[in-house]
């Protein structure tokens, strides 16, 4: 038996479902909540012959009684960049993860958890997922949740350096920019993607932040744009490479314009750009990542080799394959 927190979200229920494909058994830690109607997260798992669903309130209690599961993949967080709750972010995204962490040292389970780009904030020190205390130290995440992801990866650097008990095998990802299927119920934190395909579907321009930074104009903002199947297949790869552990950059190591990816949507929708520039809002103004490139080295070296999706052929799939779909969801 897997658990995957996070397992109804967005690159949770991806997960989940090549785990069942696999043949797997797959118990989901997630609330699943209301949502607009059609795009609600149970639809996420519809698809799927899962074990069941936990509430993540009842979690300890199951780890208490039940059979080691054989892994547990925590990708369950707030993962709102703009939330302003300390104490809800911390309790979710830092104390939680640390808990599990003792957990499954103690209890001798792989622990897989996510990280996230956003611990580099502007990207001053680079992309280097160097897991040293010293390299991570240097980090400047730009918001409260970068931040969250950062003092959880710097906690447990800190405890592998004093020599503390950790996991059989851990790995923490930090995803760069990801898009892909199952991620409607995310609201204004789904992917330019799904954003601007709704705009353009809807027969409007497609907008783009004008730039808040000297020397890069509006809309060549770089990002690594990373699409779901190639983090998944990163998990799967560590599922399988049990000797594999560390601190992991999850991303295609190049960084592409918010106008490349703009133009592949109107491409795989077979239309004339029409891009428009609005200003940033100012609850992002100083927040907001204008370039990220993955540095993907250390996971190549271990020897994951899957070839990461290119930026045109993963979103035209996504648009095809998906969102032009009557059933949007895998």
Known sequence: MYLVTGGAGFIGSNLVAALCARGEEVLVVDRLRAGDAGREKWRNLAHHGIAGILDPDRLWDYLADAPRPQAILHLGAVSDTTVRDGDLVAENNLSLTLRLWSWCAEHGVPLVYASSAATYGAGEHGFDDDASPEALARLRPLNLYGWSKHATDRR??????????????WAGLKFFNVYGPNEFHKGRM???VLHK????????PATLFKSDRAGIEDGEQLRDFVHVDDCVAAMLWLLDNPGVSGLFNVGTGTARSFLDLTRAIYAALGKAPDIHFIDMPADLEGKYQSYTQARMDRLRLAG??????????????????????PDPYI
Do not use: C, K, M, W
């Open 156 to 169: 447990i650097a800190d405890l592998l350096a004093r020599g503390r008990a950790a996991p059989p095998q």
């Open 190 to 192: 789904a992917s330019v």
């Open 197 to 204: 395909f709704r705009q353009i579907t809807a027969g409007a």
């Open 304 to 325: 994951f080799s899957h070839p990461p999706t290119a930026l045109e052929e993963g979103v035209a799939r996504y648009v095809r394959n998906v969102l032009l779909q």
